[in-house]
């Protein structure tokens, strides 16, 4: 589980970037990434299908959160991705859960 502190920071930016789209609910998990190194994964859960959110906004709201973090003196690199509750799985894999 992440700190509050990067929590709180991650919700608030993609809050104010993502809320007006739907946004369920900001997950975040601390973990390592495929080469070990300690990691963020940051989740951006969204209810409506009908605005879906770009690779530029995603991008650049990645970007934003990236800044943020380091100014917080944060130096774990964050993963970011947006998904949709309506969002097909593969077999096997459950939907998202809030955290």
């Not at 929590?7 to 993609?14: C, N, Q, S, V």
């Not at 009908?50 to 800044?67: E, I, K, M, Y």
């Amino acid at each position: 589980m992440a700190s509050p502190n990067v929590r709180e920071l991650a919700e608030t930016l993609i809050r104010r970037e993502l809320g007006a789209r739907g946004l369920a609910w900001v997950a975040v998990r601390e973990d390592v990434d495929h080469g070990g190194e300690p990691a963020l994964f940051v989740e951006a859960v969204l209810e409506r299908v009908a605005d879906r959110v770009g690779g530029d906004a995603s991008s650049r709201l990645h970007a934003t959160l990236s800044q943020a973090l380091l100014k917080a003196g944060e130096q774990r690199f964050p993963y970011f991705r947006v998904r949709y509750l309506d969002d097909e799985r593969p077999e096997g894999v459950p939907p998202p859960t809030e955290h």
